[in-house]
């Protein structure tokens, strides 16, 4: 079963920052954060990944608490483009470990209108 | 920018018949996985592949199921004997070796939809 919990649906209005929360009170030391999000039926697509620090690149940021068991995924400036389901996903990271198969929730189903 | 590629976009097939699905990863990625997703369910994990031999497999992936890395650029499911059960959309992703210690991101195609009748 996935490690996280998300809300089942959110809207956002265009423009507007969408901040999608994520619940991983579980998380071990050695996992990561990792966002994706899937448009349509569509590959699932990388947004971005954290292990304990604040993260941003292109698309969005991820702020993680201090104590890791939550975070959040914030699209600054939503467009309708972004209307698509959000994954939250915990994943090991170690060395010698050659498996690290990504377990899916249900995801949060953004919808963003005009 | 580099990306997995997948074909067919869509197939159909008959109950009982062998289906192929082919991938094509990212040129310097070393592990390869295929997912599947049914209609309306989540992405589910099937199995990963790394050096040319399986490295994890779900329940889902049986007998009925296999991988091969027929040359230096594709990456192939085939079912032997399709199920309707077995109509879904199937993900091919993979991603490169450790880079520091850290596992790298895994990247995914835009999938085959496998419809059996």
């Known amino acids: 079963d996935a490690k996280t919990t998300q809300p089942t649906s959110m809207d956002c209005a265009e423009g507007r920052a969408a901040n999608l929360p994520c619940n991983h009170s579980?998380?071990?030391?050695?996992?990561?954060v990792y966002w994706y999000r899937q448009i349509h039926s569509q590959g699932p697509q990388y947004i971005i990944h954290?292990?304990?620090n604040n993260e941003t690149n292109e698309m969005a940021s991820l702020i993680i608490t201090e104590d890791r068991k939550s975070s959040t995924l914030i699209l600054p400036h939503a467009t309708l483009r972004d209307t698509a389901v959000y994954y939250c996903?915990?994943?090991?990271?170690?060395?010698?470990?050659?498996?690290?198969?990504?377990?899916f929730g249900t995801g949060t189903r953004l919808q963003v209108f005009p | 920018e580099p990306e997995v590629t997948q074909t067919p976009s869509h197939q159909v097939t008959q109950m009982g018949q062998e289906v192929i699905l082919r991938c094509v990863p990212i040129?310097?990625?070393?592990?390869f996985y295929w997912y599947r997703q049914i209609l309306g369910q989540k992405v589910e994990f099937l199995v990963s592949?790394?050096?040319?031999?399986?490295?994890?497999k779900s329940e889902i992936f049986d007998d009925q199921f296999s991988v091969e890395r027929p040359d230096g650029s594709n990456f192939t499911l085939k079912i032997r004997s399709t199920k309707l059960e077995d109509s879904a959309m199937y993900f091919c992703?993979?991603?490169?070796?450790?880079?520091?210690?850290?596992?790298?991101?895994?990247?995914f195609g835009p999938g085959t939809r496998l419809l059996v009748l």
């Open positions: 992703a993979s991603r490169a070796e450790l880079v520091a210690g850290v596992q790298e991101t895994q990247y």
């Open positions: 579980t998380i071990s030391g050695n996992e990561y």
């Open positions: 954290g292990l304990k």
């Open positions: 996903i915990v994943r090991v990271a170690r060395r010698s470990y050659n498996t690290d198969k990504l377990i």
């Open positions: 040129s310097n990625h070393l592990y």
């Open positions: 592949f790394y050096n040319n031999e399986i490295s994890e």
